[in-house]
């Protein structure tokens, strides 16, 4: 079992910035893929973005792509989520997911097996 806590939520205006971080330990972070999915009030969890364990391949949303990235440093066992021209519909709490063995990519929530607490984000119109 892995355990990831993120930060870095917080308030911003639309069109602004923020950078989520999420701190994993207690297991062997380089060899997991890593995500991020979202909840909106009244909404389901969505999948957002995901990296490989070899930081070689990327995934997101189509609603995100041009505006976030995320990031890995193995060596810091973190994942980040650099969030550019942030929209009020990017409004949502943030998790962190491990991804649930080795090796497997995140696709889906079934891919994923550790989550973080969530961090709210909320961008202002």
């Known amino acids: 079992q892995v355990q990831l806590v993120e930060s870095g939520g917080g308030l911003v205006q639309a069109g602004g910035s923020l950078r989520l971080s999420c701190a994993a330990s207690g297991r062997t972070f380089s060899s997991y893929a890593m995500g991020w999915f979202r909840q909106a009030p009244g909404k389901e969890r969505e999948f957002v973005s995901a990296i490989s364990w070899s930081v070689r391949n990327t995934y997101y949303v189509d609603s995100v792509k041009g505006r976030f990235t995320i990031s890995r440093d193995n060596a810091k066992n973190t994942v980040y989520l650099t969030m550019n021209s942030l929209k009020p519909e990017d409004t949502a709490v943030y998790y962190c997911?491990?991804?649930?063995?080795?090796?497997?990519?995140?696709?889906?929530?079934?891919?994923?097996?550790?989550w973080g607490q969530g961090t709210q984000v909320t961008v202002s119109s």
């Open positions: 997911a491990a991804a649930r063995s080795s090796y497997v990519r995140i696709k889906d929530q079934g891919d994923v097996g550790s």
